[in-house]
């Protein structure tokens, strides 16, 4: 289905969405000393919030980031040589469960934002902790009172793998001692499943907001991909809105205006006999999702029309 500019998100409005739906990136800094930046990098998974559209990062004290993030840190106050400062962080749209495992077998990455800047210690411990008590709070609240027709979207989805409140809770709870950075971020580019890059310009990202249904994405694409028969709805939704004869289905990604579905359809033989091939697909919502509740009810609408539409082209209706 090829989608518009009014059924898609812009470039900058995915990567908020995607800084907003993940809890954990890759942060990189580059090793430095007295004689300046050695340009040697490391990279380890950290965990991170939003605040005020800017990720604040928890590293554990015994990485060597804050060797060279706290050494660079020092020298300014010594007043000694500028040291690099500089670092980058990436974070990929949530791709939990099965839809992993698919990802991996089919080599595709899946979306992702990509960020260069500078890594700056955060001297307020407490203002970001609280900060950190408010969004776990926040989506436990929401969670709870989620209706019906939400929670029966989000049954299947593996709480470990997809809550964005119990991975953050063990910053909390936990017996590991972090050091929290603000990262400052001075550019900013889209990574496309294709590996394609879009740079971001920065007023467009500010002027961005983030989707409601953000945080909770990992639990509605799981929820949806560890379930049997939302999935063959996909599978309908792939061949009565689409003409395509999906032989299987997984949600790759959901937002507001609509949602990404991979559907495995005939490809080209090979000498084994017929061949298959993971294609993405967009569907547009009718309307805009406001919020989850929004979400989750257009597509069980979707689901219901769907299997009317192929009970009475089957003749049962």
């Known amino acids: 289905m090829k989608a518009n500019r009014a059924t898609v998100l812009t470039f900058a409005e995915k990567c908020k969405n ?19 930046s050695k340009e040697d990098i490391y990279t380890s998974k950290v965990k991170y919030i939003l605040r005020k559209g800017k990720p604040y990062i928890w590293v ?10 706290v050494f660079f840190l020092l020298l300014i106050l010594l007043q000694n040589m500028i040291i690099d400062e500089r670092g980058s962080f990436s974070v990929t749209t949530p791709y939990p469960g099965p839809l992993a495992s698919l990802l991996r077998s089919i080599k ?22 609280e900060s950190l008590r408010e969004i776990i709070l926040s989506e436990q609240n929401a969670i709870s009172d989620f209706s019906y027709t939400v929670s029966g979207v989000l049954s299947s989805s593996n709480i470990h793998d ?3 409140s119990e991975n953050l809770k063990t910053l ?4 590991e001692q972090y050091m929290i950075y603000k990262f400052n971020p001075r550019s900013c580019v889209f990574v496309d499943g294709n590996g394609s890059t879009h740079e971001v310009d920065f ?6 907001k983030v989707d409601r249904l953000a945080p909770l994405s990992a639990k509605i694409i799981d929820g949806i991909n560890q379930s049997e028969a939302r999935r063959r709805a996909l599978m309908l939704f792939c061949l009565m809105y689409l003409n395509a004869n999906a032989k299987d289905a997984y949600m790759l990604s959901i937002d507001r205006k609509g949602f990404n579905v ?8 090979s000498k084994d006999g017929p061949g298959y091939q993971w294609k993405e697909y967009r569907f547009s919502l009718k309307e805009e999702a406001r919020d ?24 049962l209706g």
Do not use: Y
């Open 18 to 36: 995607i800084l907003a739906s993940n809890w954990q990136g890759h942060l990189n800094t580059i090793k430095a000393d007295a004689k300046g």
């Open 60 to 69: 554990p004290e015994k990485e060597l980031h804050n060797v060279f993030c």
């Open 108 to 129: 595709t990455l899946p979306a992702r934002v990509a960020m260069t800047g500078d890594v700056v210690p955060h001297k307020d411990e407490k203002s970001a902790a």
């Open 162 to 164: 997809t809550s964005r």
């Open 172 to 175: 909390l709870e936990g017996d």
């Open 203 to 208: 007023e467009d990202m500010n002027s961005s």
């Open 262 to 269: 991979l559907g495995k359809v005939s490809g080209p033989a």
């Open 292 to 315: 989850v509740e929004t979400f989750c009810r257009q597509l069980v609408e979707m689901e219901e029309e769907a299997v009317k539409q192929i009970s009475s082209c089957s003749g």
